[in-house]
């Protein structure tokens, strides 16, 4: 894949997120991108086309990654830099209205489910990635796994599009 590169440092960043900010928009995500910090236009440009409100879903998100061929946690930083936020997430854990997450604790009874989550556990956290991996081998929803996960207190991260 070819693609173009561009820029955004210092003062350019720091008047991004001022102009961002001064929309109203509470948190600055680009805070979080240290460095040179570089935006795919072919990103940004599919993140502006598909973002409401300045909101992206998190399977929007995944979406435009698989369209571009482009790795989800580039389109997350896209969406941070923009200080657009990431909404409705895929294991229920951020973006929802009222409450940020949706998902409930849910005790199951699998032994060969728990087992499966608690091998794939990195430094006592079941990695977003992780989730979706035993989601789709259980053959059970996305939020079935957060919800199940919550239920043993493990904490699901990190997030595939740096949401958390």
Same mark, same amino acid.
């Given at each position: 894949?070819?693609?173009?590169?561009?820029?955004?440092?210092?003062?350019?960043?720091?008047?991004?997120?001022?102009?961002?900010?001064?929309?109203?928009?509470?948190?600055?995500?680009?805070?979080?991108?240290?460095?040179?910090?570089?935006?795919?236009?072919?990103?940004?440009?599919?993140?502006?086309?598909?973002?409401?409100?300045?909101?992206?879903?998190?399977?929007?998100?995944?979406?435009?990654?698989?369209?571009?061929?482009?790795?989800?946690?580039?389109?997350?930083?896209?969406?941070?830099?923009?200080?657009?936020?990431?909404?409705?997430?895929?294991?229920?854990?951020?973006?929802?209205?009222?409450?940020?997450?949706?998902? @409930?604790? @849910?005790?199951?009874?699998? @032994?060969?489910?728990?087992?499966?989550?608690?091998?794939?556990?990195?430094?006592?956290?079941?990695?977003?990635?992780?989730?979706?991996?035993?989601?789709?081998?259980?053959?059970?929803?996305?939020?079935?796994?957060?919800?199940?996960?919550?239920?043993?207190?493990?904490?699901?991260?990190?997030? @595939?599009?740096?949401?958390?």
């Amino acid at each position: 894949m070819n693609a173009y590169k561009i820029s955004i440092t210092g003062p350019e960043l720091a008047g991004l997120v001022r102009e961002k900010m001064s929309l109203g928009q509470g948190n600055s995500f680009a805070k979080k991108h240290k460095g040179n910090i570089k935006l795919d236009p072919s990103i940004k440009e599919a993140v502006l086309k598909r973002s409401k409100e300045e909101k992206l879903p998190c399977a929007v998100a995944f979406e435009i990654a698989k369209e571009l061929d482009v790795e989800a946690a580039e389109v997350g930083k896209t969406v941070d830099l923009l200080n657009f936020r990431l909404v409705k997430c895929q294991l229920g854990l951020f973006g929802y209205l009222p409450e940020k997450k949706i998902i @409930q604790p @849910q005790n199951t009874e699998n @032994q060969d489910l728990k087992n499966a989550i608690s091998n794939a556990l990195v430094d006592g956290r079941l990695p977003c990635k992780n989730a979706w991996d035993i989601a789709f081998e259980f053959k059970i929803r996305k939020m079935t796994i957060s919800s199940i996960v919550e239920a043993m207190k493990i904490k699901i991260k990190p997030c @595939q599009i740096g949401a958390f």
